[in-house]
């Protein structure tokens, strides 16, 4: 089992309320995220009550979160730590309505003893956040509380900026963590530390070195039943306007003066109000062929299960280097990487056909899976007589610490810094705001949706997108596997 560290876990005892709680996030990553750090003594005292319109009883919630468990946590559940989590856990269906709600909390407080901090979960689609805003100022929860909120938040300008003027009619800023899974990702964070823990690729971080970047998450999950949000989301707005941007201003802001949430928070803004509002000229939307046949899909949608696009960061450091962005449904891979193409030499004083530039610039690759990987790509002899130059790669693995047993899952890390009021890696409203804003021309204009096949990589024209560059997924060289410790 983990060890826990100090000052890692929150100060006092939390009683966590899941709002969605049956819903599909919950059942995936919340519920077994939530067992791990029981399990692994990060949150000794927490009480967990689930809320949704499902009508259950505490008993049918556990089961249902003992089967959450089966099918999808990633680590092996033990039958001896069930009976404690199970204890933990306790239900209340909306229709009980507000009092029953606060009897609830106040009895997992009274369980609980001493000082203790409520946090609300609102795992829910953006059309129910203001309605369990709502039940919870009803039921007068607000005082001691944090709120995490899932994304997206909002649809556009106007309705971020009307959920952000609603959420402070009942919460204030410091209370409210809107979360971003991939900032909780080890990977993301790593980011951070690869950048400014050392003094080597800082200098070379910039346009005068290289020449574009690309980040790219296509996925090979189809929607199951996550059609209905899907429907009135599409990739834009479900991955690009949040994770896809988020990661996008830890690769490419400034230097912050602190670990701390102002300092993270202003350089990832300064990214944000440099962005060019993106062009619809340069944007592809796909639907994967097939979409339209799911059920709960409008026959006639325009929603995008895929989308591509080049935006610029119009400031000293980025002026004229291209970001490329990717992510859909149903794709031939499911990858996500970070690969920044480094610009080549100017002059080459090797002779034609010896290799050099064959196999495309250096790169540097960041791979955001849990499991990190770190490539740093470069030209280098290819043993032997004569000069050949072959692409080489210096490879780092998080499995080679030894210590990947350690790694949070994302949703784990932010849950715990939320209960320990650590705001550092979620997202602020003046951000989120300045995205929407960046997106319009896009959300007022988009192009249309162009057809491709599953298990493709997207429609034709992402190629004219990103030329005369190309893009580096599918690897043409495969990851070296992880060093096995032998
Ligand atoms: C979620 C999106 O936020 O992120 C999903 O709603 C997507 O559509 C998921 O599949 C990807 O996250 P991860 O951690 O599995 O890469």
Same mark, same amino acid.
């Given at each position: 089992?983990?060890?826990?560290?100090?000052?890692? /876990?929150?100060?006092?005892?939390?009683?966590? #309320?899941?709002?969605?709680?049956?819903?599909?996030?919950?059942?995936?990553?919340?519920?077994?995220?939530?067992?791990?750090?029981?399990?692994?003594?990060?949150?000794? /005292?927490?009480?967990?009550?689930?809320?949704?319109?499902?009508?259950?009883?505490?008993?049918?919630?556990?089961?249902?979160?003992?089967?959450?468990?089966?099918?999808? &946590?990633?680590?092996?559940?033990?039958?001896?730590?069930?009976?404690?989590?199970?204890? @933990?856990?306790?239900?209340?269906?909306?229709?009980?309505?507000?009092?029953?709600? *606060?009897?609830?909390?106040?009895?997992?407080?009274?369980?609980?003893?001493?000082?203790?901090?409520?946090?609300?979960?609102?795992?829910?689609?953006?059309?129910?956040?203001?309605?369990?805003?709502?039940?919870?100022?009803?039921?007068?929860?607000?005082?001691?509380?944090?709120?995490?909120?899932?994304?997206?938040?909002? @649809?556009?300008?106007?309705?971020?900026?009307?959920?952000?003027?609603?959420?402070?009619?009942?919460?204030?800023?410091?209370?409210?963590?809107?979360?971003?899974?991939?900032?909780?990702?080890?990977?993301?964070?790593? #980011?951070?530390?690869?950048?400014?823990?050392?003094?080597?690729?800082?200098?070379?971080?910039?346009?005068?070195?290289?020449?574009?970047?690309?980040?790219?998450?296509?996925?090979?999950?189809?929607?199951?039943?996550?059609?209905?949000?899907?429907?009135?989301?599409?990739?834009? *707005?479900?991955?690009?306007? @949040?994770?896809?941007?988020?990661?996008?201003?830890? =690769?490419?802001?400034?230097?912050?003066?602190?670990?701390?949430?102002?300092?993270?928070?202003?350089?990832?803004?300064?990214?944000? *109000?440099?962005?060019?509002?993106?062009?619809?000229?340069?944007?592809?939307?796909?639907?994967?062929?097939?979409?339209?046949?799911?059920?709960?899909?409008?026959?006639?949608?325009?929603?995008?299960?895929?989308?591509?696009?080049?935006?610029?960061?119009?400031?000293?450091?980025?002026?004229?280097?291209?970001?490329?962005?990717? %992510?859909?449904?149903?794709?031939?891979?499911?990858?996500?990487?970070?690969?920044?193409?480094?610009?080549?030499?100017?002059?080459? =004083?090797?002779? #034609?056909?010896?290799?050099?530039?064959?196999?495309?610039?250096?790169?540097? @690759?960041?791979?955001?899976?849990?499991?990190?990987?770190?490539?740093?790509?470069?030209? /280098?002899?290819?043993?032997?007589?004569? =000069?050949?130059?072959?692409?080489?790669?210096?490879?780092?693995?998080?499995?080679? %610490?030894? *210590?990947?047993?350690?790694?949070?899952?994302?949703?784990?890390?932010?849950?715990?810094?939320?209960?320990?009021?650590?705001?550092?890696?979620? %997202?602020?409203?003046?951000?989120?705001?300045?995205?929407?804003?960046?997106?319009?021309?896009?959300?007022?204009?988009?192009?249309?949706?162009?057809?491709?096949?599953?298990? &493709?990589?997207?429609?034709?024209? #992402?190629?004219?997108?990103?030329?005369?560059?190309?893009?580096?997924?599918?690897?043409?060289?495969?990851?070296?596997?992880?060093?096995?410790?032998?």
């Amino acid at each position: 089992m983990v060890k826990v560290p100090p000052g890692v /876990g929150p100060k006092n005892s939390q009683v966590l #309320i899941l709002v969605g709680a049956t819903g599909d996030l919950a059942q995936r990553k919340l519920l077994p995220g939530l067992f791990h750090l029981a399990r692994g003594g990060f949150i000794p /005292g927490c009480r967990i009550i689930g809320v949704s319109l499902d009508q259950l009883d505490a008993d049918g919630f556990r089961r249902l979160a003992r089967e959450a468990l089966n099918q999808f &946590s990633t680590r092996k559940v033990h039958e001896e730590d069930w009976p404690a989590f199970a204890e @933990t856990l306790d239900y209340v269906p909306i229709a009980a309505g507000p009092d029953a709600l *606060r009897a609830a909390v106040e009895s997992a407080e009274r369980m609980l003893g001493g000082d203790t901090s409520r946090v609300h979960y609102l795992s829910v689609p953006p059309n129910a956040a203001l309605s369990a805003v709502r039940l919870l100022a009803e039921a007068g929860l607000v005082e001691r509380s944090r709120v995490i909120m899932e994304k997206p938040f909002g @649809t556009d300008l106007a309705s971020a900026v009307a959920l952000n003027a609603k959420l402070h009619e009942v919460f204030a800023e410091e209370q409210i963590f809107r979360i971003d899974h991939f900032l909780g990702k080890e990977p993301a964070q790593n #980011i951070l530390a690869f950048r400014f823990a050392n003094g080597l690729f800082e200098p070379i971080w910039n346009r005068n070195f290289i020449d574009h970047v690309q980040i790219d998450v296509p996925e090979t999950l189809g929607l199951g039943k996550r059609t209905g949000f899907y429907e009135a989301t599409g990739a834009f *707005r479900d991955m690009v306007v @949040t994770h896809l941007f988020q990661v996008l201003a830890f =690769m490419a802001m400034e230097p912050p003066t602190a670990l701390e949430p102002v300092s993270i928070s202003e350089e990832k803004n300064k990214v944000f *109000r440099s962005m060019v509002p993106l062009d619809p000229k340069d944007v592809v939307r796909g639907q994967y062929v097939g979409y339209l046949a799911e059920e709960g899909v409008d026959p006639e949608s325009d929603t995008e299960t895929f989308i591509a696009l080049k935006c610029h960061i119009d400031n000293w450091r980025w002026a004229g280097v291209p970001f490329f962005l990717r %992510t859909g449904k149903r794709l031939a891979e499911g990858q996500r990487i970070i690969s920044i193409a480094f610009r080549e030499p100017p002059k080459s =004083m090797f002779p #034609i056909g010896s290799g050099v530039g064959a196999q495309g610039p250096d790169h540097l @690759t960041f791979d955001l899976a849990d499991a990190s990987k770190l490539s740093l790509s470069f030209y /280098g002899k290819r043993p032997g007589p004569g =000069m050949r130059l072959d692409k080489l790669s210096l490879q780092f693995a998080m499995n080679d %610490t030894g *210590r990947i047993d350690d790694v949070l899952e994302a949703y784990e890390r932010l849950i715990l810094d939320a209960m320990r009021g650590d705001h550092t890696l979620f %997202t602020t409203a003046e951000g989120i705001e300045r995205l929407w804003q960046v997106s319009t021309p896009l959300l007022e204009t988009p192009p249309p949706v162009r057809l491709y096949s599953p298990g &493709s990589w997207g429609p034709k024209s #992402i190629h004219q997108l990103v030329a005369p560059h190309a893009w580096r997924l599918p690897f043409e060289r495969a990851w070296r596997a992880p060093a096995t410790g032998d």
